[in-house]
């Protein structure tokens, strides 16, 4: 395996994490801390499609900063949103802007993004109106995941307070926003991420309070304007799952051959295999991750290995994977990390 570094996120409000952890990845797939890099309650982690900077969702804003050859971090900046702490972040292909999802005042926020990778001024801001149906979540709307599309005209607001995905058309040459569609999903269902394939021929949807997974045909009309033709729905959970459950996390392998979804109060990640020519998942297995609200997962470059970030529980645990038995075996103790929400695996460019 090449040397890369792994960054992971957490809260710093209780407990002793400074916001940013850095780890070195070994060949074996397990992290060893480096250092932690102090910011406050670092929500969610993207990166640059250039892959020189990182972008942090924090009290203040979005914190910004460059990526030195051998996977630290230098601070750039950090810029304010004008609204509550984001959840999501995503970078425009074009590395001009970053969109960011706020789940708690259900915004949607553009900022420019500067040659230096340092964040600029607001372009954007979009607050969700509608009224939702579950009562626990205050019936408001929640936007959790924000996404461009592969050509950067398109971004796509996921709430899962209102059942909704809103779709804007974006001007690359001002970084504003016009809706132009809704995806509608199921009451209740709560779609809480959104993925595209490398293809661009599909996408799929994660709904947090119902367990399942959709799976859409993706394609453009003559106007361009995105189009999503339903095709499949699969389940998050074992058949006989009995426990209270919310989908958390959604992530595809570095190949996009099979794709992983972590499962809250299950305590679990299910694993697909994505079938190239449709798109469609085949389920392989659903498995315990050995800790509580794995609230991210993602597959190691090598693709034999997994990391489940395990929010309440503090940890992070790591596994052996095995696709043609369809088996997750625990590889090694778990690392101690409190509050961790989310991780970024980078290749160094310092070999």
């Known amino acids: 395996m090449s040397k890369y570094t792994a960054y992971v996120g957490s809260y710093t409000f209780r407990g002793n994490s400074r916001g940013i952890t850095i780890y070195d990845v070994t060949e074996d797939g397990r992290f060893i801390k480096r250092r932690e890099v102090p910011q406050d309650n670092v929500d969610y982690l993207s ?7 990182l972008y942090a969702a924090v009290d203040q804003g979005i914190s910004a900063f460059r990526i030195e050859p051998d996977g630290d971090l230098t601070l750039l ?13 995503a970078v425009h292909p074009s590395d001009r802007y970053i969109a960011a999802a706020g789940y ?44 461009f599309n592969r050509e950067g005209t398109y971004l796509f607001a996921v709430d899962s307070g209102i059942d909704q995905t809103r779709i804007y058309r974006f001007d690359p040459a001002t ?143 790591f596994f052996s994977i095995d696709f043609h038995k369809n088996t997750l075996i625990m590889h090694g103790l778990p690392i101690r990390c409190d509050q961790p929400n989310c991780c970024i695996i980078a290749k160094n460019t310092q070999q």
């Open 47 to 53: 990166r640059s499609y250039n892959q020189k900077y």
């Open 77 to 89: 900046n950090t810029a304010p949103i004008r609204g509550m702490r984001a959840c999501y972040l």
């Open 104 to 147: 708690y005042d259900g915004k949607m926020t553009v900022l420019s993004l500067n040659p230096d990778g340092s964040v600029g001024s607001i372009t954007s801001e979009v607050y969700d109106k509608g009224v939702g149906s579950i009562a626990e979540r205050n019936f408001a709307p929640h936007v959790c995941c924000v996404k």
């Open 175 to 317: 970084g504003k926003t016009e809706m132009r569609d809704i995806l509608h999903a199921e009451i209740n269902s709560a779609p809480h991420r959104i993925l595209f394939s490398r293809d661009n021929r599909f996408a799929y949807v994660l709904h947090e309070l119902k367990n399942y997974i959709t799976v859409y045909n993706y394609s453009t009309n003559s106007r361009g304007v995105p189009q999503f033709e339903f095709k499949q729905l699969v389940s998050t959970l074992p058949k006989n799952s009995a426990s209270a459950s919310a989908a958390c996390a959604m992530s595809f392998s570095p190949l996009q051959h099979h794709l992983f979804c972590s499962n809250a109060g299950d305590n679990s990640i299910a694993f697909y295999d994505i079938d190239q020519d449709t798109g469609m998942l085949y389920m392989k297995n659903i498995l315990p991750i050995s800790g509580e609200y794995p609230k991210d997962v993602k597959l190691l470059p090598d693709e034999k290995h997994i990391v489940s970030v395990n929010h309440e529980s503090g940890t992070l645990t």
